[in-house]
């Protein structure tokens, strides 16, 4: 405490002693140069983890990563920046768990071959691409490590409930077909991408879970079209050809928004890691209807903007309505349309 605090009374003292606990763990997001990340093999559990455990009492978070660094590895390193906080809820473990992800300095060359378990409950370490390290790691488990990716890249700090990011839920405003007003910000750009028989491009993440292409805007990219560009290339090495602007989605409360496109996919590269996060992901193709089944929440939502993807490629790109439920699992060498 330090000399400009206040006091804290033994009445607020005996209060909090009366609160449930929760249980505190903190890990360690370690990579060398190459951008691999350091992964240990536990004995007294199934599938890989972050070096990393729980906080012992009276302990930070970041105290108890530092320690869990020294214990695990033999490491003495001062961890960074927060990357992401997860809550696994009650009903997994009994107990709240919150999980401290942080980042750690980038290893040298020596002390990656150095690497060896220092305690006796790991079986051994390893240096793994997130591709190769993340279909290794249990469910909660790889849902945190993606997270703390993108937090990493992005230089944000996530939050996470059950292994899922807590993004608030909010009703935005579908604007069919209207053009995104002068001097408002657009924050992300997606594309709905169809193939020359109709359908379109999602791009799914380890979970099984999908996602249209696309992300948040940099402030190099000039507008929303060369945001979309750069995210599609990146995330699935998508080459674009004619693009129109199908409608955008604004905030009630303000800020930014969500810009749509539709596009002719010309070309889709081989599969590649995705620069924001090193993990590839896969890529599928199926109809616009199917497409709104699979994002998830907000089905109806979706449909009307599907839909009016579906029908304003047509009339502008000459796109066909595709009428089955075909679907196409894109080969990782990737393929050319046009």
């Given at each position: 405490?330090?000399?400009?605090?206040?006091?804290?009374?033994?009445?607020?003292?005996?209060?909090?002693?009366?609160?449930?606990?929760?249980?505190?763990?903190?890990?360690?997001?370690?990579?060398?140069?190459?951008?691999?990340?350091?992964?240990?093999?536990?004995?007294?559990?199934?599938?890989?983890?972050?070096?990393?455990?729980?906080?012992?009492?009276?302990?930070?978070?970041?105290?108890?990563?530092?320690?869990?660094?020294?214990?695990?590895?033999?490491?003495?390193?001062?961890?960074?920046?927060?990357l992401a906080v997860s809550a696994t809820t009650s009903g997994t473990c009994g107990r709240v768990v919150l999980?401290?992800?942080?980042?750690?300095?980038?290893?040298?060359?020596?002390?990656?071959?150095?690497?060896?378990?220092?305690?006796?409950?790991?079986?051994?370490?390893?240096?793994?691409?997130p591709d190769q390290a993340l279909p290794r790691f249990p469910g909660r488990t790889r849902r945190r490590v993606?997270?703390?990716?993108?937090?990493?890249?992005?230089?944000?700090?996530?939050?996470?409930?059950?292994?899922?990011?807590?993004?608030?839920?909010?009703?935005?405003?579908?604007?069919?077909?209207?053009?995104?007003?002068?001097?408002?910000?657009?924050?992300?750009?997606?594309?709905?991408?169809?193939?020359?028989?109709?359908?379109?491009?999602?791009?799914?993440?380890?979970?099984?879970?999908?996602?249209?292409?696309?992300?948040?805007?940099?402030?190099?990219?000039?507008?929303?079209?060369?945001?979309?560009?750069?995210?599609?290339?990146?995330?699935?090495?998508?080459?674009?050809?004619?693009?129109?602007?199908?409608?955008?989605?604004?905030?009630p409360d303000g800020g930014d928004v969500r810009s749509r496109s539709a596009a002719r996919i010309a070309a889709?590269?081989?599969?590649?890691?995705?620069?924001?996060?090193?993990?590839?992901?896969?890529?599928?193709?199926?109809?616009?209807?199917?497409?709104?089944?699979?994002?998830?929440?907000?089905?109806?939502?979706?449909?009307?903007?599907?839909?009016?993807?579906?029908?304003?490629?047509?009339?502008?790109?000459?796109?066909?309505?595709?009428?089955?439920?075909?679907?196409?699992?894109?080969?990782?060498?990737?393929?050319?349309?046009?």
């Open positions: 405490m330090s000399g400009d605090d206040e006091p804290v009374s033994q009445e607020l003292i005996d209060y909090c002693a009366t609160l449930p606990g929760v249980l505190v763990g903190a890990s360690v997001l370690l990579r060398d140069r190459h951008g691999g990340l350091v992964v240990v093999e536990p004995n007294y559990k199934p599938g890989l983890d972050l070096p990393g455990g729980m906080a012992e009492p009276g302990e930070a978070p970041h105290e108890a990563a530092g320690r869990e660094l020294r214990e695990e590895l033999g490491l003495e390193l001062t961890v960074g920046r927060l999980d401290f992800l942080f980042d750690g300095p980038t290893l040298t060359d020596e002390q990656v071959a150095a690497l060896a378990p220092a305690d006796a409950e790991l079986d051994a370490v390893y240096v793994l691409t993606s997270v703390a990716l993108e937090a990493y890249a992005s230089g944000a700090c996530l939050y996470m409930v059950d292994g899922r990011e807590y993004r608030p839920a909010k009703k935005r405003v579908w604007h069919e077909d209207e053009p995104i007003p002068v001097g408002t910000p657009v924050g992300r750009a997606a594309g709905w991408l169809f193939d020359p028989e109709g359908r379109v491009l999602l791009v799914g993440d380890p979970d099984g879970g999908y996602a249209l292409p696309g992300g948040g805007a940099e402030p190099e990219d000039a507008d929303a079209l060369a945001t979309l560009t750069r995210e599609v290339a990146e995330e699935a090495n998508a080459v674009l050809g004619k693009t129109t602007h199908v409608g955008y989605l604004s905030d889709l590269g081989p599969l590649a890691p995705d620069p924001a996060t090193g993990w590839s992901w896969s890529r599928v193709l199926v109809t616009p209807r199917r497409a709104a089944e699979l994002l998830g929440d907000g089905y109806q939502a979706r449909l009307t903007q599907a839909l009016a993807a579906q029908r304003i490629a047509h009339e502008r790109l000459g796109v066909p309505i595709l009428d089955d439920d075909s679907r196409v699992d894109v080969p990782p060498e990737g393929v050319t349309f046009e």
